[in-house]
């Protein structure tokens, strides 16, 4: 990807003037700070011919400001249009590329013997845009990060590591072209918290001279602590005497296996696990709480023969947050006195109703067809005379 394109019109006898170095101009301050992240292009520069036809399309920016003498140059003498490259190679480390350099000789009419000369710089870089949003979301411990946006020209890779500990990578989630990753089989210590970088990369199968991608960290997650815990099913029994009421809870399952086993929440949280009870008067608004470390829970303090609406969800004390799990649909005693919209929902009652008329609509039209057919039968029959014997 294009960094820099820059198209600079230079003196030769103002570029030994070394006092430009300490210019203030936008131009000499970008070329001051391109100079100080690449190495030193003289001594360490190769030209290699190469055909750029795509480079057509680039936008082009004219600066009239020539070059300080501090940024090395290269003097292009070309009678023909001809693309050259400069690979900046690191003062540390001559193996090491950290830029390139494309010089454009395709002006011709203005490469003249003058103490003018114009050339085309695309200063090019591995420059990726970073992810954004990148974000944790875990239900039952199915753990997922994503992130925005989609990429159009390059991939993303996740890293991932305990905190303060050797990253490490999901071999479905290297240089994808999604902006999720599915890491509930990578975080095994569920008791650990855990960070995660999103890398910018180029894209599967294609190669780059950079050793580091731009990447954005993630917050710090810890899977005991912050995953979401879905919403129990439960089984409501009231006894024949209807002095108790029995709700035996089912524990949400989660993502995770052990031995081909799926665990459920009770595996992980054992002794940590309670469930929340939260009960009402069928017609009544005001709302009691029940607290149970088991998942038989009896009902005992119920007022006999009463209809009682419950709801159950996990409860988890010993976290600092998220200590409640999503809520259970609501269940109701049966009570002889219930009415029908206490007993069905209203789209059940809806349908019902829309049936009954459809059926009372149908039926009115076809007693009416038959009565139509009748009259019409009545008709033809009086209007035909008698045969005489």
């Known amino acids: ?50 055909l750029v036809p795509s480079f057509a399309r680039l936008p082009w920016f004219l600066f009239a400001s020539p070059l300080p003498s501090c940024v090395p140059s290269i003097n292009v003498t070309a009678f023909t249009c001809l693309v050259f490259c400069a690979l900046y190679l690191s003062p540390v480390c001559p193996l090491f590329i950290v830029g390139s350099l494309l010089v454009d000789c395709c002006m011709q009419s203005l490469l003249s013997r003058s103490r ?27 753990t997922i990060l994503t992130w925005e946006p989609l990429p159009t020209d390059y991939s993303y890779t996740v890293e991932f590591s305990v905190v303060a500990k050797d990253k490490q990578r999901n071999s479905n989630c290297i240089r994808i ?22 890398l910018s990369e180029p894209p599967l199968g294609v190669t780059s001279d950079l050793t580091e991608f731009p990447y954005t960290s993630s917050s710090r997650f810890c899977p005991a602590n912050d995953t979401d815990i879905g919403r129990p099913d439960f089984k409501l029994d009231v006894s024949d005497d209807k002095k108790k009421t029995t709700l035996y809870v089912t524990d949400p399952l989660t993502a995770l296996f052990k031995d081909d086993h799926q665990l459920n929440i009770r595996d992980i949280f054992l002794k940590k696990l309670h469930y929340k009870v ?22 005992t303090n119920l007022d006999q023969g009463e209809s009682y609406c419950f709801n159950v969800q996990a409860f988890i004390p010993s976290r600092s947050n998220k200590q409640l799990g999503k809520l259970s649909q609501t269940q109701c005693s049966d009570d002889d006195k219930q009415s029908i919209f206490e007993v069905y929902s209203v789209g059940v009652i809806a349908t019902a109703i829309v049936l009954i008329l459809l059926l009372i609509i149908i039926a009115v039209v076809t007693i009416v067809c038959c009565r139509g057919k009748k009259s019409a039968l009545k008709t033809e029959k009086e209007g035909i005379p008698l045969r005489s014997i």
Request: a positive charge.
């Open 177 to 198: 072209s999604t902006t999720m990753c599915d890491l509930t089989s990578s975080l095994t210590d569920l008791n650990a918290c855990y960070v995660a970088d999103v």
């Open 1 to 50: 990807m294009v960094l820099f394109t820059w198209c600079m019109l230079f003196n030769k006898e103002q570029m030994a003037d070394k006092d430009r170095c300490h210019d203030s101009s936008p131009v000499t301050s970008m070329c001051h700070c391109f100079v100080r992240l690449c190495a030193h292009v003289r001594g360490s520069c190769v030209l290699l011919p190469c």
């Open 278 to 299: 939260t009960y009402r008067k069928n017609k009544s608004s005001g709302k009691k709480v029940f607290i149970s470390q088991t998942n038989v829970i009896e009902m």
């Open 116 to 142: 003018h000369h114009v050339f085309l710089f695309h200063v090019l870089s591995g420059f990726y845009p970073s992810a954004q949003n990148v974000t944790w979301k875990s239900t039952n411990f199915k």
